[in-house]
Nanobody
Framework: QVQLVESGGGLVQAGGSLRLSCAASGRTFSSYAMGWFRQAPGKGRDLIASITWTGGRTYYAESVKGRFTISTDSAKNMVYLQMNSLKPEDTAVYYC??????????????WGQGTQVTVSS
């Protein structure tokens, strides 16, 4: 049974930083990509960053480029999202996902349960 468990969300002031973690278990993920998505209230779920387990190729949405960094620890089956210079508009529920189909991972196989990030102004 595949499980993706996010952690690290919380409340932070604008300009601050948070590091999200995603613990992946239940299968081998080396053939897939990992992504971080977010969903703000009343909006759709959008991809903000992705990374391949093999090769470490990354993709970032323009809205987070230069502020967020996605990384993996293959030995621990962990995926991280370092978020710096946070803005109020980054407030959302952040989801970890396993997928394929290219940098924007249009095919999602598994989702985590999400973790809330709230950025106060």
């Amino acid at each position: 049974q595949v499980q993706l468990v996010e952690s690290g969300g919380g409340l932070v002031q604008a300009g601050g930083s948070l590091r999200l973690s995603c613990a992946a278990s239940g299968r081998t993920f080396s053939s897939y990509a990992m992504g971080w998505f977010r969903q703000a209230p009343g909006k759709g779920r959008d991809l903000i960053a992705s990374i391949t387990w093999t090769g470490g190729r990354t993709y970032y949405a323009e809205s987070v480029k230069g502020r967020f960094t996605i990384s993996t620890d293959s030995a621990k089956n962990m995926v991280y999202l370092q978020m710096n210079s946070l803005k109020p508009e980054d407030t959302a529920v952040y989801y970890c996902a396993v997928g394929s189909g290219g940098p924007q991972i249009p095919i999602i196989y598994y989702w985590g349960q999400g973790t809330q990030v709230t950025v106060s102004s």
